[in-house]
């Protein structure tokens, strides 16, 4: 019965996840990770100052109101005391945060566009020296049927935004993933729902592996 008790008990959610954008992507990689059963994050710390628009129909579908601000909405929307927890800060992500990470079991960004990829190199700085495992957007552009594309670690990047990151003198680690199509907005492609479904999918698969990666190490040297 010991050995059932233990089992059932490393099935309860657990960890923290920091997500930075709670947009078109952020809100369908939060849909997912919540939906996690068996497991998963225990907490969710969500950054985002936007506020839903008249033509933010996935916000909107949720029972969002055009004017509400998209992290409040969603703590107010997935948050289940005593099971899992989201919370939600009114105001976007800054260098001025960054001690909020120490916190992250994993961290995760659905912010895009060239003025973020400073602060986007900022955060790989800082989940790099602390060994904090940190998945980020790599274009989303596409019809539907384009392949996803998994880089770890900066010097695997072939093709994307990532690459300007190359420029900036981005720190290299396995523990920073890129995901997405690579694709840029030169490229003249929409933003179809079916990608940011699928790239969606794949961060979060990505990101449970490194949660459970980093738990199974720690487990592993306590026994040793």
Do not use: C, W
Not at 130 to 141: R, S
């Amino acid at each position: 019965m010991d050995k059932v008790s233990e089992l059932e008990r490393r099935l309860n959610p657990f960890g923290t996840l920091v997500l930075l954008g709670a947009g078109r992507l952020g809100g369908r990689f939060l849909s997912r990770a919540v939906q996690v059963h068996r497991g998963g994050f225990l907490e969710i710390l969500l950054f985002d100052g936007g506020t839903v628009e008249e033509n933010d129909y996935f916000h909107i579908q949720l029972g969002a109101e055009p004017g509400e601000n998209k992290a409040l909405f969603f703590e107010k929307l997935y948050t289940v005391p005593g099971y899992r927890e989201v919370k939600g800060f009114p105001y976007n992500f800054t260098e001025e945060h960054l001690k909020v990470l120490e916190r992250a079991s994993v961290v995760v960004s659905t912010i895009a566009g060239g003025n973020t990829l400073p602060l986007i190199k900022k955060v790989a700085q800082f989940t790099a020296e602390k060994g904090i495992p940190f998945i980020t957007t790599n274009g989303v552009f596409g019809f539907g049927d384009e392949e996803i594309l998994i880089f770890e670690g900066i010097e695997k990047v072939t093709s994307g935004p990532a690459l300007f990151l190359k420029e900036m003198g981005f720190p290299g680690s396995e523990n920073i993933v890129f995901v997405g199509t690579g694709k840029l907005i030169r490229d003249g492609l929409p933003i179809s729902p079916v990608i940011l479904d699928k790239v969606a999918d794949v961060m979060l698969t990505v990101s449970l592996k490194k949660l459970y990666g980093r738990r199974d190490e720690k487990l592993n040297k306590n026994r040793s």
